[in-house]
């Protein structure tokens, strides 16, 4: 049998890129085995997927109860793992949001997302946020700015979307209160010379950038937002995709910001690792969308809603213990970051922590995260980049993670920086 690589190059398309070649072949918590029996921290959670780690029993028995049931269901009958898994969404999103609508992947529940924004506003302008990652289908590519690269090529992309700066300070060389109003001026400008307001169907706004360099927006920052979209009836979408869940210490970004939103886009840690998204509005909000005029064969699978349904009263629990985990983390962070030069920013919440790696000039040092990313590895860990140019380190433990383990990870990080420098 030729090897696993030459196998992937016959017949897996190029076009998916892997973070690693390594092939896992186990998996439990917060490690993972290879076919040689190495055994890994995953500190990519699958990105940012399986927050409760890997094999949480508490999932695994669900899905095993579902599957002696119903497996699938497509639109032809109803049952109650659906009903549950949006039973326990409105527990835990923010205050407004009452329904819920399923579909398979984060990209996917943007695109609904929109098209319910054109849709119940009239309206078909819609303002995203430079740096903003909301996936790779031909709409969501179109509110994506990331990276250029994922653009390139595949242009044009969908009218009347207008792209506002989203404050970048540690980019930008200013501090928040400077980046965020020049953003907010930006914005403005937009409205003035771009797209009247009274076209704009919604903004779309990660409240912290995940793919984007893991940039939080600031609490002044969003609550202007949430005026503009009073004052304009304007609505506000939050793509919680990344940010959800728990990543920050609370259930969602927005909660920690104290904003309403009036649409959330979920996906990601949602199952932990089945596949599922959602989006989520007021009930009025999803009564003025025409029953049938979107949906999906297997949105809302019903194994994907089970799992749901027990990440989340599962998580429950675990979230308490996010900011004690983020503050041992940061305080970690800090003291490499006095030492290491190579790190130039540190930023994010809760266990969305991105560590940006900076050159003597203060410019991106993408050869320091590749470095970093390598030693990872050599050292039995799997770690993310983000950033448009791939030189933050995209800290993403499981939130089930021990504090030995966690302070193993940091320490592969603080080595991993220590050889790059010398
Ligand atoms: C914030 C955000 N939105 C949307 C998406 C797209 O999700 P998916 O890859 O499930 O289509 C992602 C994926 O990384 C994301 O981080």
Same mark, same amino acid.
């Given at each position: 049998?030729?090897?696993?690589?030459?196998?992937?190059?016959?017949?897996?398309?190029?076009?998916?890129?892997?973070?690693?070649?390594?092939?896992?072949?186990?998996?439990?918590?917060?490690?993972?085995?290879?076919?040689?029996?190495?055994?890994?921290?995953?500190?990519?959670?699958?990105?940012?997927?399986?927050?409760?780690?890997?094999?949480?029993?508490?999932?695994?028995?669900?899905?095993?109860?579902?599957?002696?049931?119903?497996?699938?269901?497509?639109?032809?009958?109803?049952?109650?793992?659906?009903?549950?898994?949006?039973?326990?969404?409105?527990?835990?999103?923010?205050?407004?949001?009452?329904?819920?609508?399923?579909?398979?992947?984060?990209?996917?529940?943007?695109?609904?997302?929109?098209?319910?924004?054109?849709?119940?506003?009239?309206?078909?302008?819609?303002?995203?946020?430079?740096?903003?990652?909301?996936?790779?289908?031909?709409?969501?590519?179109?509110?994506?700015?990331?990276?250029?690269?994922?653009?390139?090529?595949?242009?044009?992309?969908?009218?009347?979307?207008?792209?506002?700066?989203?404050?970048?300070?540690?980019?930008?060389?200013?501090?928040?209160?400077?980046?965020?109003?020049?953003?907010?001026?930006?914005?403005?400008?937009?409205?003035?010379?771009?797209?009247?307001?009274?076209?704009?169907?919604?903004?779309?706004?990660?409240?912290?950038?995940?793919?984007?360099?893991?940039?939080?927006?600031?609490?002044?920052?969003?609550?202007?937002?949430?005026?503009?979209?009073?004052?304009?009836?304007?609505?506000?979408?939050?793509?919680?995709?990344?940010?959800?869940?728990?990543?920050?210490?609370?259930?969602?970004?927005?909660?920690?910001?104290?904003?309403?939103?009036?649409? $959330?886009?979920?996906?990601?840690?949602?199952?932990? %690792?089945? #596949?599922? @998204? =959602?989006?989520? /509005?007021?009930?009025?909000?999803? *009564?003025?969308?025409?029953?049938?005029?979107?949906?999906?064969?297997?949105?809302?699978?019903?194994?994907?809603?089970?799992?749901?349904?027990?990440?989340?009263?599962?998580?429950?629990?675990?979230?308490?213990?996010?900011?004690?985990?983020?503050?041992?983390?940061?305080?970690?962070?800090?003291?490499?970051?006095?030492?290491?030069?190579?790190?130039?920013?540190?930023?994010?919440?809760?266990?969305? $922590?991105?560590?940006?790696?900076?050159?003597?000039? %203060?410019? #991106?040092? @993408? =050869?320091?995260? /590749?470095?970093?990313?390598?030693? *990872?590895?050599?050292?039995?860990?799997?770690?993310?980049?983000?950033?448009?140019?791939?030189?933050?380190?995209?800290?993403?433990?499981?939130?089930?993670?021990?504090?030995?383990?966690?302070?193993?990870?940091?320490?592969?990080?603080?080595?991993?920086?220590?050889?790059?420098?010398?």
């Amino acid at each position: 049998m030729p090897n696993l690589n030459s196998r992937i190059r016959e017949v897996l398309a190029p076009v998916s890129a892997y973070n690693s070649d390594i092939e896992i072949v186990e998996s439990k918590g917060s490690w993972v085995t290879d076919a040689g029996g190495k055994n890994y921290l995953d500190f990519t959670c699958g990105i940012a997927v399986t927050n409760l780690g890997h094999q949480h029993p508490d999932v695994k028995t669900a899905v095993l109860e579902q599957i002696d049931r119903l497996w699938h269901a497509g639109g032809s009958f109803r049952f109650d793992s659906k009903i549950r898994a949006a039973e326990a969404l409105r527990e835990v999103t923010p205050e407004g949001i009452e329904q819920f609508v399923f579909v398979n992947s984060g990209g996917e529940a943007i695109e609904a997302a929109i098209k319910m924004a054109k849709i119940t506003t009239k309206r078909q302008g819609i303002v995203a946020f430079r740096g903003g990652f909301h996936g790779r289908t031909m709409g969501a590519l179109s509110y994506t700015t990331s990276k250029a690269f994922y653009r390139q090529g595949y242009h044009p992309m969908v009218p009347s979307v207008f792209i506002a700066p989203f404050p970048h300070p540690y980019e930008w060389h200013m501090d928040q209160e400077e980046a965020d109003q020049w953003a907010l001026d930006e914005l403005e400008r937009i409205f003035r010379h771009d797209v009247a307001p009274k076209e704009v169907a919604a903004f779309l706004i990660e409240p912290i950038q995940g793919e984007g360099g893991y940039y939080p927006a600031s609490s002044v920052f969003m609550h202007r937002l949430r005026q503009l979209a009073d004052q304009h009836e304007i609505l506000l979408i939050v793509d919680e995709v990344q940010t959800g869940f728990g990543r920050t210490g609370n259930w969602f970004a927005v909660d920690r910001l104290g904003v309403l939103p009036d649409v $959330i886009v979920l996906g990601k840690a949602i199952a932990n %690792g089945f #596949p599922l @998204a =959602a989006v989520g /509005a007021s009930t009025q909000q999803m *009564a003025a969308w025409p029953s049938g005029s979107h949906g999906s064969t297997f949105g809302g699978n019903p194994i994907s809603c089970a799992a749901a349904a027990a990440t989340i009263k599962t998580l429950d629990k675990v979230i308490p213990r996010v900011p004690l985990l983020a503050a041992h983390a940061s305080a970690r962070i800090e003291e490499i970051a006095q030492q290491r030069e190579s790190i130039g920013d540190v930023r994010g919440a809760g266990l969305m $922590i991105g560590i940006e790696l900076s050159g003597n000039d %203060g410019k #991106p040092d @993408a =050869a320091a995260m /590749a470095h970093v990313k390598h030693q *990872a590895i050599e050292a039995g860990m799997f770690i993310l980049s983000c950033g448009p140019d791939s030189n933050v380190i995209r800290f993403v433990p499981p939130l089930t993670v021990n504090e030995a383990d966690l302070d193993l990870g940091l320490d592969i990080i603080d080595q991993a920086l220590a050889s790059y420098e010398d």
